[in-house]
């Protein structure tokens, strides 16, 4: 079962807000560690011991055009990893439990 998470970007203001909001709202468990492999690693593999909800997930984005362009651009990187990692976890398993990141 996919599970759809909406998250209002506006008041992000560097990757760490990126990360611990998105965490949050996958509900990982305490001590879950927060940076970019951590994350992608979450949204594509999951793992009972990670976090409680489980992958597939379809994350929006929304307000984005009030970031920086830097943030922007991480954030764009970050949708690509777990773009690529899902596609190798679809061909690993030979099922599609992609997640994804929809910038709005």
Not at 47 to 76: A, D, K, Y
Not at 80 to 96: P, T, Y
Request: hydrophobic share 40%; aromatic share 6%; with cysteine.
């Amino acid at each position: 079962m996919i599970t759809f998470i909406n998250i209002d970007v506006s008041l992000w203001r560097d990757r760490r807000d990126v990360y611990e909001t998105i965490l949050l709202e996958i509900k990982a468990y305490p001590g879950h560690a927060v940076n970019i492999n951590a994350l992608v690693e979450t949204l594509t593999w999951g793992g009972p011991e990670f976090s409680e909800i489980q992958p597939p997930f379809v994350i929006r984005l929304h307000n984005t055009r009030m970031l920086s362009p830097e943030l922007l651009e991480s954030i764009r990187a970050l949708k690509g990893l777990v773009d690529e990692c899902g596609d190798i976890r679809c061909h690993h398993e030979g099922k599609d439990l992609r997640s994804e990141i929809q910038i709005l």
